[in-house]
Structure formats: structure tokens, C-alpha cells
């Protein structure tokens, strides 16, 4: 679904990713995974275009989409959680939904029924919710778009504990309908129990990569790259 080689990108004469690779296959769930300001986030804008790489490729569902815009690459397949949420502040949450609707699987129903909050409150406008019902519209806002992969920055960044389970208990649940993710997020404990395999990120450098099983035998890698 995403293959991710050699990427390097920066912001004016600053480079911040060096040489970048991951990928996602089909149904799969990956992490990456770092500490705030290792270059987590700029590899996602840099895989959605938000931010131009100077070397390396980006292919998403075997199409070389490296720099491509924004537009292109969520029509090639990706769907996009920012960091932030950024849903519609003034459209409700049936028109937010409907905003990025396209044909598949995914249905304004099949979200309310996967997010039960949301279909009680589909009338009210985005900036009537919660910080934590944002999210799951954030999310079914990406669902939408029926897309290959989904991509979540920061799944669960300023949420409170119940609403985090809510978050992972969704993400669980996509994995076993078959949906490949590409999630950051600093809460290892919860992503080890559903994600496949784990990127871990230093300095703009991966320096680690491994199954879940692999990380949960080796826990200097915890230790030495994702403390705080």
C-alpha cells in the first residue's frame, strides 16, 4: 500500500528527514514511532506532499506519487488524520462526512456505526464537539475517502485516557476488517496490542524497525529512543 525509500526532505536550508524507509502492505498495521521532534511528523507531510522531499520516493498502491500534490496522492489512496484533527469547524458532522465522501465500502452509516456518538450528534457543527469526538470525525472523514491506507498523526495527542481506548479500541477494530494503518503515536503499550511491525525514528534517521513481538523483547529500545 505504501513503500517509503530513502526519503530525505527539510524546511528552507534545515534537513530533517535523512534517508527515511518504511513501508505498509496490505491489511497491515505500522507505527512510527519517536520523540517529539525526531521528524515523526514531517515524514507524513512529506508523504502526503504537504511537504516537498529533496531525494527518496513515495509510491502509494504502486504509483509513484514522490512530491506529488496533496490532491493526487489521497486520489491515489491515501486518507489523511492530521495532527490537530483540522475537521470542518462549521459544517456538521453529517456534512463533514459527506464533504469527502467517495464510492466504496465506507458509508456515513458504516461510520456511525463504528463511532455511535456521532450519529447522535450529526446535526451539531464540528466546532460543537469534543476534542475526542473531533477525532472519530477526523477519522470517519478519512474513511470517506475509501482509501487504500489510512494515516493517523498523533491518534491520540491531548485526549483523556477513556478516550483514548475508545481511539485504539476503533483502530483494532479497522485492522480486523482489513484496513492498512500508518499510525504515530507515543503510547507504545497500546499500539503493541494490534499493530504488526514498528519504525522507530531518531534524529530524522530510522533506527529501528521490528515486529511487535521483536520490541517487546527488546525494551532498551523504549528505553533509549521513546522516553522522554
Known amino acids: 500500500m505504501l513503500n517509503v ?3 530525505e526532505a527539510g524546511y528552507g536550508e534545515s534537513q530533517i528527514l535523512f534517508g527515511v524507509d518504511l513501508d505498509v502492505g496490505e491489511g497491515e498495521v505500522v507505527t512510527l514511532l519517536g520523540r517529539n521532534g ?15 522531499p529533496r531525494s527518496g520516493s513515495v509510491t502509494v498502491a504502486g504509483q509513484d506519487m514522490t512530491g506529488a500534490d496533496p490532491h493526487r496522492i489521497a486520489l ?38 463504528l463511532f455511535p456518538c456521532l450519529k447522535e450528534r450529526r446535526r451539531n457543527m464540528g466546532n460543537q464537539l469534543s476534542g475526542g469526538e473531533q477525532q472519530m470525525l477526523a477519522i470517519g472523514r478519512a ?12 491518534a491520540t495527542e491531548g485526549l483523556a485516557p477513556l478516550i483514548r481506548a475508545d481511539i485504539w479500541a476503533c483502530l483494532a477494530r479497522l485492522k480486523q476488517e482489513g484496513e492498512a ?4 503515536d507515543k503510547n507504545v503499550d497500546a499500539l503493541t496490542k494490534f499493530a504488526d511491525r514498528h519504525v522507530v525514528i531518531e534524529k530524522g534517521r530510522v ?22
Open 207 to 228: 533506527v529501528w524497525t521490528g515486529t511487535t513481538a521483536e520490541i517487546l523483547a527488546t525494551p532498551e529500545v523504549k528505553d533509549q529512543f521513546l522516553h522522554v
Open 143 to 154: 474513511l470517506m475517502t475509501n482509501p487504500h491506507l489510512v494515516v493517523l498523526d498523533e
Open 5 to 7: 525509500s530513502a526519503l
Open 181 to 184: 494503518i500508518l499510525v504515530v
Open 38 to 52: 525526531m521528524g515523526k511528523t514531517t515524514t507524513i507531510k512529506s508523504i502526503f506532499g504537504l511537504v516537498k
Open 76 to 113: 491515489a489512496g491515501l486518507g489523511y488524520v492530521p495532527e490537530g484533527r483540522h475537521i470542518f469547524p462549521t459544517l456538521t458532522v453529517g456534512e463533514n462526512l459527506r464533504a469527502t465522501a467517495r464510492p466504496g465500502k465506507w458509508s456515513i452509516d458504516r461510520i456511525y456505526d
